[in-house]
């Protein structure tokens, strides 16, 4: 192909370039660096500042749902359309595949409720099984976040308080051994 593009004294030279995973990857992760650092500061020194972004989600023909995802920004007098620098944030990207796994989901439940044997019946039941679904991952989606929360913070149980809270007063059996010799010099040490 480059050698139909470009030449075949082009096509030597790219033989010749080491094309491993990792430096492919790089070459990658450096262009888009590049790309969008040039995106952003064409936005930023717009004299209009005006820019937009668009989504739209098609099925293709394996039934799989796709997300395209287009940043429009005037710069000087002709408007450009960019990939935007988000693709690049961890949090937007984890965001943006939950969504595209409810559109997944979604055209899942669409196609349940077309063709030549759906009747009334089938659709409600598809709609019902659908809505459950969202409710459970909403479940989920927000367990997952208490038991992070309680994953670095995790609750004390009332003894395990009362060692930091009530030292003097709390009954040495309650302590873990290992600390048992400490408290009751603590106790004792009048000093």
């Excluded at 668009?54 to 995802?69: H, I, P, Y």
């Excluded at 019946?121 to 709609?127: G, R, S, T």
């Excluded at 149980?157 to 709390?170: H, I, Q």
Aim: hydrophobic share 40%.
């Amino acid at each position: 192909m480059v050698g139909i593009v470009l030449g075949n004294e082009m096509k030597k030279n790219i033989a010749q370039v080491p094309l491993s995973n990792s430096t492919v990857q790089r070459s990658i992760s450096d262009m888009a660096t590049d790309i969008k650092d040039q995106v952003v500061q064409e936005i930023k020194s717009s004299t209009f500042g005006l820019f937009s972004i668009q989504l739209d989600e098609s099925t293709d023909v394996a039934s799989c749902s796709q997300l395209m995802v287009f940043a429009r920004y005037v710069h000087s007098v002709q408007g450009k359309t960019e990939f935007p620098s988000w693709l690049s944030d961890e949090e937007w990207i984890m965001r943006l595949a939950y969504v595209v796994d409810i559109f997944e989901q979604l055209n899942k439940l669409i196609l349940q409720m077309q063709g030549r044997n759906t009747n009334i019946i089938k659709f409600i039941d598809a709609l019902r099984a659908f809505i459950t679904k969202l409710e459970n991952w909403k479940r989920r989606h927000l367990t997952a976040r208490e038991n992070e929360f309680k994953r670095y913070f995790p609750e004390l149980s009332d003894d395990e308080s009362d060692l930091v809270r009530k030292p003097f007063k709390l009954s040495v059996e309650k302590v873990p051994e290992d600390c048992q010799d400490e408290i009751l010099h603590l106790k004792t040490d009048r000093v």
